[in-house]
């Protein structure tokens, strides 16, 4: 399949993406991921592997356009669930940098 990642064209295949992974250790996962084989790897590796380009060259969207157009999953970080939020008062503030309470 060709596809366009920075500006340039490359033709990839499922198993030659396969094939350039086999032996890589995958990365900590901080963002999306693609999954080949039973590996989660992260998005901006795989695009280095396959494009041996800089991983500032290229977004990690043009990167898991390729791979879902290949047949490959890419999952996004799994959100842990609701955000922390204050209620952002002044007395809670105060209560976390010790201050005495009122």
Known sequence: MR???????FELTKTGVQDSM????????????????RRAY????????????????????EVVL????????CRDLPRSGTPDRGTGSLRDASAVLGAPAA
């Open 66 to 73: 390729a791979m879902t157009k290949l047949g490959f999953t």
């Open 22 to 37: 086999s032996g890589v250790k995958p990365e900590e996962i901080t963002g999306e991921s693609v999954v080949i084989g």
């Open 3 to 9: 596809c366009v990642i920075a500006r340039f064209p």
């Open 42 to 61: 992260p998005v901006k590796q795989v695009g280095q592997v396959i494009t041996r380009q800089d991983r500032r060259d290229f977004t990690a969207r």
